[in-house]
C-alpha cells in the first residue's frame, strides 16, 4: 500500500514538472515596459540611419525623407497647435519617471520653445555606438520634424545644449 502511494506520489510531482510552460510571458510594471519599448524604438531608429549612410544619404537627408512620409498622418487642419501638442505628447510618452520634466515656454500666439533632457536621447546613442552617434540621431530628427512642420505650417528649429534639447516652432505667416 505505501508502494502503491509513493508510486502515485511520485507519478503527480514528476506530472507538476512536465507541465510546466517551456515559454512563459513575464510579468513586467508598466516603467519597465516603457524602457524596452524605447529602446527598441530607439534601435530601429539607429538601424535606418545606419542604413541610410550605408547608401550615402546622410542622417538628415533621411529625418527629411522620413518626415516625408510620416506628414501625411499628421492633421493638416489642426496645424501649429496640433504639431506643438503632438511633440509634446510624444516626447512625454518617451520620458521617464526618473526624466527631468519637460519645459514648455509659449513665447507668443505663434512661437514655442520645448526643452527635453537631452540624457535619454543620449543613452540611446552611447560613444562608440557603431549604428548612429547622438549627433546623427539629432540630425534625422531636426530633418523629419521640419518636413512634418513644413506641411503643417510651421517652421521646426532645433539646439542641443549638454542638458537639454531646445525644440523651437514657429507658425508661419499666412
Known amino acids: 500500500m505505501k508502494k502503491l502511494l509513493g508510486i502515485c506520489i511520485c507519478l503527480l510531482l514528476a506530472g507538476s514538472l512536465f507541465a510546466q510552460e517551456k515559454f512563459v510571458v513575464p510579468e513586467r510594471s508598466p516603467q519597465q515596459k516603457h524602457v524596452r519599448t524605447t529602446y527598441m524604438m ?5 538601424a535606418g540611419i545606419n542604413f541610410a549612410k550605408a547608401q550615402g544619404v546622410s542622417a538628415y537627408d533621411f529625418g527629411k525623407y522620413v518626415g516625408s512620409v510620416f506628414a501625411q ?3 493638416k487642419e489642426k496645424g501649429f497647435d496640433g504639431f506643438v501638442s503632438g511633440m509634446i505628447y510624444n516626447w512625454e510618452n518617451m520620458r521617464f ?3 527631468p520634466e ?3 515656454n ?3 500666439d505663434g512661437y514655442v520653445v520645448v526643452k ?3 540624457a535619454i536621447v543620449k543613452s540611446y546613442f552611447p560613444e562608440g555606438n557603431p549604428y548612429a552617434s547622438f549627433e546623427e540621431g539629432m540630425d534625422c530628427m531636426r530633418g523629419m520634424l521640419e518636413q512634418i512642420g513644413d506641411y503643417l505650417g510651421c517652421t521646426f528649429s532645433q539646439e542641443v545644449t549638454d542638458e537639454y534639447i531646445v525644440n523651437s516652432f514657429r507658425k508661419k505667416e499666412e
Not at 530607439?42 to 539607429?46: C, E
Request: glycine content about 0%; aromatic content about 20%; cysteine-free.
Open 116 to 118: 527635453t533632457s537631452a
Open 42 to 46: 530607439w534601435s530601429w531608429y539607429s
Open 97 to 99: 519617471d526618473s526624466s
Open 73 to 75: 498622418t499628421w492633421n
Open 102 to 104: 519637460i519645459i514648455v
Open 106 to 108: 509659449e513665447i507668443d
